[in-house]
């Protein structure tokens, strides 16, 4: 994956002999879907204790349950204030928060003039002002050293025609993430934007509106999760295993 299409933010210190586990507590949000359920589960096979966040009640506990009955957590992307809280709600349970990773969003296809407020608004409500208000609860929570990462998509940096609102919502959000990354740095946080390339999921099937155009074959999607866990696994290293834990106020 190249800058575009990649994982912004990382800096990376290598693993010769691939992750070790590393004991992070996580929450990843969004963990019901094909993206967030992987990377669940990879962060889960490295040795992360994890809390998972997601609308559907029946596919949250099956999740919940797949990974060793970890804490889950419902939440709704047009309830901002209660996005707000995830992270409080997955530090209580797992006694502390070291990252939180946002892996949610939705699509709509569509010449600009062929949409309307109503899927514009639904767009940016799920796509950016969500996400960011789970990452904006999570910095009073993980504490300097501890990392926040989100997963965009290549739109964020190469907009595609016929879907200019879905576009336009995910480079909000990836602008809202390189800025909070230069806020963050004399806290050492680590800010990861995940601009993955085409995966195929089936998430263009449930489009909102419009109807979804002939698309590339996916890229590998193991891949593409492997690279954001072990971007995670780096911040980890970089903090030491003697970080206080959180909640911490972050100058």
């Known amino acids: 994956m190249n ?37 669940a589960t990879a962060a889960a096979a490295t040795g992360a204790k994890l809390a998972v966040a997601g609308r559907d009640r029946g596919r949250l506990a099956a999740v919940a349950n797949r990974l060793g009955g970890c804490s889950a957590h419902r939440f709704d992307a047009y309830d901002l204030e209660g996005c707000g809280h995830l992270a409080e709600r997955a530090s209580a349970a797992l006694g502390g928060l070291d990252a939180v990773v946002t892996a949610f969003g939705t699509v709509a296809f569509g010449r600009a003039e062929e949409s309307c407020d109503a899927v514009d608004e ?24 501890g990392a926040l990462a ?3 998509g290549v739109v964020a940096s190469r907009p595609v025609a016929g879907m200019a609102g879905y576009c336009a919502s995910k480079a909000a959000l990836g602008a809202w993430l390189d800025s909070v990354r230069l ?27 419009g ?5 590339p074959p996916g890229a590998d999607l193991d891949a593409c999760v492997a690279a954001l866990v072990e971007g995670l696994v780096d911040a980890a290293a970089r903090r030491g ?6 909640p911490h106020r972050l100058s």
Do not use: K
């Open 122 to 145: 639904h767009l940016f409500t799920v796509n950016a002002l969500a996400p960011i208000a789970v990452l904006r609860g999570a910095l009073g929570q993980i504490g300097p050293g």
């Open 211 to 215: 109807r979804p155009p002939r698309l």
């Open 3 to 39: 800058e575009e299409s990649g994982l912004r933010g990382a800096d990376r210190l290598g693993h010769a002999d691939g992750p070790a586990p590393w004991g992070w507590r996580i929450l990843v949000v969004g963990a019901t879907g094909v993206i967030g359920g992987a990377v």
């Open 183 to 209: 806020e963050q740095r004399r806290n050492r946080v680590t800010v990861l934007d995940a601009r993955f390339p085409h995966l195929d999921t089936g998430f263009a099937a449930r489009a909102v509106a």
């Open 241 to 246: 295993p003697d970080a206080p834990a959180g």
């Open 150 to 152: 989100a997963v965009t």
